[in-house]
């Protein structure tokens, strides 16, 4: 068997023919780490090369880069390129409230920042990066169809003629997003779990352009939110100068502004402050040029079937946006489940089943996370009692790093386990309940030993 000397010179393993479906973020990253390790890559993407469009359709201009997104570009040497030369640091959210007043809420210490960075730049970095591997082959325009995952088979019907031909892989990547076709296909094997959620919420992309001299038109380096209860408006620092601003919605809200009057009114009387900001007339034809897009989230598994497919990124785990972790996990499956290939000599057999059995309840976790952060974005973060909890989280963790990590902290900032994020904020509930039960029964018995003093 062809084998393949790795990194340090003592790996031997096979050298395997990997068959990635879909060249998004996730796809493209994956094809560097196996090509990297000497495979032989095919990237089979169903759109054409993004680098030579005018103009790419989708979803969210800009994305937050958080530290397992920047470990995963760092292990393929595209971390500096991407953060340094291309990435905008967002240090706090800034809230905006009503009457036109902000407030900033750090996401952690001082120097701790989460990147700003392009969706469509990051994309062609990627697939620029596989592509100086002389082992990874591109190939745009071709949609999976169909495969046969447990023989490594697949069907692609090449775009725009629908001419079809089968391609044979020793493993399937599907790396093809929340409504995978290669997912779709394991579904069809016994065993395999699999429910999504759509919120009742959408999100529509607006944008606040640059002001006349290039610059931003509010402080650059925050994730600027707009929490309005029910709904909510977010934006995020472009290079250029302008915002990617997301209004994320309740379909029937969306629905209800039916003509530019009710829209300036809505936006008069919810976001008085970004209405100048994003302009009347540009609001009004941005709005009515895009529908909404609903927000899905999704679980399955197991993984992997057998020794010869897997499926990561959104593929196995689309997520609602509001962890802003949806990449950054999908990046983190790439460096995962290398080191779980790497650990196992490429044994694809006891490897995938590994990473599936110990990725899939870390992925869930962000999941509900996520769900999680749909209310706190829109609505907790401008409550009193949530900054309260945030300033003695931070308290604490300046004052024991190591033990007290916030879940915010723990999730962005770090590389623990999502799961264990989870476990962590439950033992740090129960600390605080405990803490504030023995400061009530401390002030009960204060306050019944005074009135016992008085009245004896
Ligand atoms: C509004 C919004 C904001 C977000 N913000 C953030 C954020 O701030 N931070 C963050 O970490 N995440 C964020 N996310 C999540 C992030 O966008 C996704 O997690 C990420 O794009 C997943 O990458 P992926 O490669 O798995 O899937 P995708 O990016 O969906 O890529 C899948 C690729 O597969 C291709 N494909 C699909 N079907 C086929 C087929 N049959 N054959 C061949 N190719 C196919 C598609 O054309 C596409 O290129 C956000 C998501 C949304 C919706």
Redesign the pocket.
């Known amino acids: 068997m062809d084998t393949t000397t790795g990194a340090n010179g003592c790996e031997n393993y096979p050298k395997l023919k990997v068959a990635i479906?879909?060249?998004?973020?996730?796809?493209t990253l994956s094809a560097s780490f196996f090509a990297k390790r000497g495979h032989e890559v095919h990237l089979?993407?169903?759109?054409p090369d993004i680098r030579h469009l005018e103009h790419v359709p989708g979803?969210?201009i800009n994305?937050?880069l958080s530290i397992r997104?920047r470990a995963a570009l760092k292990e393929v040497g595209i971390e500096e390129q991407v953060v340094q030369r291309h990435g905008i640091p967002m240090f706090a959210r800034m809230i905006h409230n009503l009457d036109g007043t902000t407030k900033p809420i750090p996401y952690g210490k001082k120097d701790q920042c989460i990147y700003s960075v392009g969706r469509r730049f990051l994309n062609e970095a990627l697939l620029t990066a596989a592509e100086k591997y002389s082992n990874v082959h591109c190939h745009f325009n071709?949609?999976?169809v169909s495969a046969n995952l447990n023989q490594g088979k697949m069907t692609f019907e090449r775009q725009p003629n629908k001419e079809v031909h089968n391609v044979e892989a020793q493993l399937v990547v599907g790396?093809?997003?929340?409504f995978?076709?290669v997912r779709r296909q394991m579904m069809k094997q016994p065993l395999f779990d699999f429910s999504q959620t759509y919120i009742p919420h959408g999100?529509l992309e607006l944008c606040i352009p640059p002001l006349s001299d290039g610059s931003h038109a509010m402080p650059k380096n925050y994730l600027h939110i707009w929490p309005r209860g029910r709904f909510m408006m977010i934006a995020l620092p472009n290079q250029d100068g302008s915002w990617t601003v997301?209004l994320f919605m309740p379909f029937e809200e969306f629905g209800k502004l039916s003509t530019p009057e009710k829209l300036l009114d809505f936006f008069q009387q919810y976001y008085p402050d970004a209405l100048p900001l994003i302009g009347k007339e540009k609001l009004v034809s941005d709005y009515f040029a895009y529908k909404p897009s609903p927000?899905v989230s999704v679980k399955c598994g197991p993984y992997n079937i057998g020794d010869t497919a897997i499926i990561i990124?959104?593929?196995a785990h689309a997520m609602v946006?509001f962890y802003?972790?949806?990449?950054?996990a999908?990046f983190e499956d790439c460096r995962l489940l290398d080191a779980v290939l790497l650990k196992h000599n490429f044994d694809l057999g006891p490897a995938l089943i590994e990473f599936s059995k110990t990725r899939r309840p870390d992925a869930e976790a962000i999941c509900n996370l996520a769900m999680y952060n749909y209310v706190e974005m829109r609505d907790l973060v401008n409550r009193k009692t949530f900054l309260i909890r945030k300033h003695f989280d931070n308290l604490l963790h300046t004052l024991m790093p190591d033990l007290w990590i916030p879940l915010y902290t723990s999730v962005t900032f770090s590389h623990m386990p999502y799961a264990q994020c989870i476990k962590n904020k439950e033992w740090q509930d129960k600390m605080v309940d405990r803490f504030l039960s023995t400061m009530a029964a401390v002030v009960v018995a204060m306050i019944a030993y005074f009135v016992y003093s008085f009245a004896f």
Do not use: C, F, H, I
Not at 175 to 178: E, F, K, S, T, Y
């Open positions: 479906v879909g060249g998004g973020l996730v796809g089979y993407e169903l759109r979803r969210s994305l937050a997104g071709e949609k999976l790396a093809d997003g929340a995978s076709s999100y997301t927000l990124g959104d593929a946006p802003g972790q949806g990449m950054n999908g």
